[in-house]
T-cell receptor
Framework: SQTIHQWPATLVQPVGSPLSLECTVE??????LYWYRQAAGRGLQLLFY??????ISSEVPQNLSASRPQDRQFILSSKKLLLSDSGFYLC???????????FGQGTRLTVV | QKEVEQNSGPLSVPEGAIASLNCTYS??????FFWYRQYSGKSPELIMS????GDKEDGRFTAQLNKASQYVSLLIRDSQPSDSATYLC??????????????FGKGTHLIIQP
């Protein structure tokens, strides 16, 4: 069966520090991968999606970036965090376009 | 612009009753519809997916889709206190040339009263 791993679960980072969140999927090949953010009191916002290695599409321009160095690995990064980057970051995968997505456990990021 | 609208609630339902959650969407090109449950502090968990007009039943859950009215709903029968959570409606459209992530509503907070 397929599983998705996301870490760390919680993270407290100072303003201006870098960020790296990692997500890996097991049990499937060439999944579609997604990064979402859920800010307090707000809905899930799609940040990035990827259909293959090195293929990244951005939905929201900001100081975040994403990379997919391997088929089942998806990384979210920032060079300098802002207070507004605080939120619940969720990695998700889907097997096919236009089908259900499955979420990792999420990373709660607090920028102080 | 893709939009998914839900009543934020809270929706309070007595234990054993039917909980009815509603969602409307703006994009007539939408093809796939999903309901997720999210407990406080946890990630969303898929409950139901529906792709065609009509009803789809899975245990105590029934999803209903009406594409002409751009409306999708979730019914929870015999509501239990463990059903208390935020329910997220999500919609996808046929992408143009690549994958496109789900568009989520802000969710309805459901409270089942014992």
């Amino acid at each position: 069966s397929q599983t998705i791993h996301q870490w760390p679960a919680t993270l407290v980072q100072p303003v201006g520090s870098p960020l790296s969140l990692e997500c890996t999927v097991e049990g499937t090949s060439n999944p579609n991968l997604y990064w979402y953010r859920q800010a307090a009191g707000r809905g899930l916002q799609l940040l990035f999606y990827s259909v293959g290695i090195g293929q990244i599409s951005s939905e929201v321009p900001q100081n975040l970036s994403a990379s997919r160095p391997q088929d089942r690995q998806f990384i979210l990064s920032s060079k300098k965090l802002l207070l507004s980057d605080s939120g619940f970051y969720l990695c998700a995968w889907s097997e096919l376009t236009n089908t259900e997505a499955f979420f990792g456990q999420g990373t709660r990021l607090t920028v102080v | 612009q893709k939009e998914v609208e839900q009543n934020s609630g809270p929706l309070s339902v007595p234990e054993g009753a039917i909980a009815s959650l509603n969602c409307t969407y703006s994009d007539r090109g939408s093809q796939s519809f999903f309901w997720y449950r999210q407990y406080s502090g946890k990630s969303p968990e898929l409950i139901m997916s529906i792709y065609s007009n009509g009803d789809k039943e899975d245990g105590r859950f029934t999803a209903q889709l009406n594409k002409a009215s751009q409306y999708v709903s979730l019914l929870i029968r015999d509501s239990q206190p463990s059903d208390s959570a935020t329910y997220l409606c999500a919609v996808n459209i046929i992408p143009r040339g690549g994958a496109d992530g789900l568009t989520f509503g802000k969710g309805t907070h459901l409270i089942i009263q014992p």
